[in-house]
Nanobody, 122 residues
C-alpha cells in the first residue's frame, strides 16, 4: 500500500489550498485515514481525518476552516483548507491505519505517504 499526497504550495494568509491523498491498495470502511502536519521545529500533529466507521475529526485549530472529504471509488482523501494562517505552514502527510477485516490473523497496518509542503505567507 502506498499513499501519495499532493496539492501543497505557497499561498498568502487568508488563501485556500486543497490537498489530495491517493491510496494504492486496499481501503476498508474500518480504516482510520488522516491528515497530519509538522511545522518546522514542532512535533507532528493530527489535522483532520476519518476514524473507523467514517466519522470525521478535526484539530481545534482548524475547525471551521478546513474540511476533510473522501472519494472512496477514487481512493482519494481531500483536505480543503480555507482561511489559511501563518501557523498552518508545515509539511502535510496522510496516514492510513487499520486491519484487514478479511484477514483476522494479519497484523495491523500503519502507512504514511510522503509529505506535501504548505507555506503560508503574510
Amino acid at each position: 500500500v502506498q499513499l501519495q499526497a499532493s496539492g501543497g504550495g505557497r499561498v498568502q494568509s487568508g488563501g485556500s489550498l486543497r490537498l489530495s491523498c491517493v491510496v494504492s491498495g486496499s481501503l476498508f470502511p474500518s480504516d482510520t485515514w488522516s491528515w497530519y502536519r509538522q511545522a518546522p521545529g514542532s512535533r507532528r500533529e493530527l489535522v483532520a481525518g476519518f476514524v473507523s466507521g467514517g466519522a470525521t475529526n478535526y484539530a481545534d485549530s482548524v475547525k471551521g476552516r478546513f474540511t476533510v472529504s473522501k472519494d472512496v471509488a477514487k481512493k482519494t482523501m481531500y483536505l480543503q483548507m480555507n482561511g489559511l494562517k501563518l501557523e498552518d505552514t508545515g509539511v502535510y502527510s496522510c496516514n492510513l491505519r487499520g486491519k484487514n477485516p478479511y484477514s483476522p490473523f494479519a497484523p495491523d497496518y500503519d502507512y504514511w505517504g510522503q509529505g506535501t509542503l504548505v507555506t503560508v505567507s503574510s
